[in-house]
């Protein structure tokens, strides 16, 4: 028997699912400006791609507003309580059929290893492609700030491109990860209604780890 929590807000449920349509958006044109492929023309492809990061600030902006005034922000200060036995499950268990480890609630909807990740997402690989994105958007105010005799535009679109396919490995893992519940779509679902399905394995992992 399955017990079902509600544990994604209205609000949380709209970021996300706009923020992966936005990173969607930014990785095709990203990659078509880059000259990986040619699907909407150069010059489009440039616009949609600024356009989309404007708009991703904005709801960033929004998101960090919600994140700190409902607290919800504590979802992601990092732990390595049990981040070995997610370890063992991400690479062992689960082929297995071992029962997971963690057990999601409103107040804990990650698991310490996820936790990690999120935190090497938002200090490391985010401020690369923000620093490294701005810096190339705005390429022709570096004299006026002096920033020409320091950088070249080539080092810039270097750092930006690796930017870019950190996002896009940690896209494809985030996906794969979705895929792990008890059934293939259950993550998706409940990030679509807000409801999660628990699990007796899992309310039984929930007790231990308290």
Known sequence: ?????????????FWHWSQALL???????????????????????????????????????????WQF???E?????PSLK?????????????????PHPFRKSAVQKHNPLQRLAYLALLALISPLIWISGLLYLFHGSWASLGLDTHLSLEAVAIAHTAGAFMIATFFVAHVYLTTTGHTVFAHIKAMITGWEEIGEHQEKAGKAAR
């Open 73 to 77: 922000w504590r979802q992601y200060l």
């Open 69 to 71: 005034t409902t607290g």
């Open 23 to 65: 990173i969607i958006v930014m990785m095709i044109t990203g990659f078509e400006v880059h000259g990986s492929y040619t699907l909407l023309g150069f010059g489009r492809a440039v616009d949609l791609h600024t356009l989309a990061a404007w708009s991703l600030l904005v709801l960033w902006a929004f998101t960090i507003f």
């Open 82 to 98: 049990n981040v070995l036995a997610m370890v063992r499950y991400y690479t062992i268990g689960i082929f297995s059929n071992a």
């Open 1 to 13: 028997m399955n017990t079902r929590i509600y544990i994604y807000k209205r609000y949380e449920r």
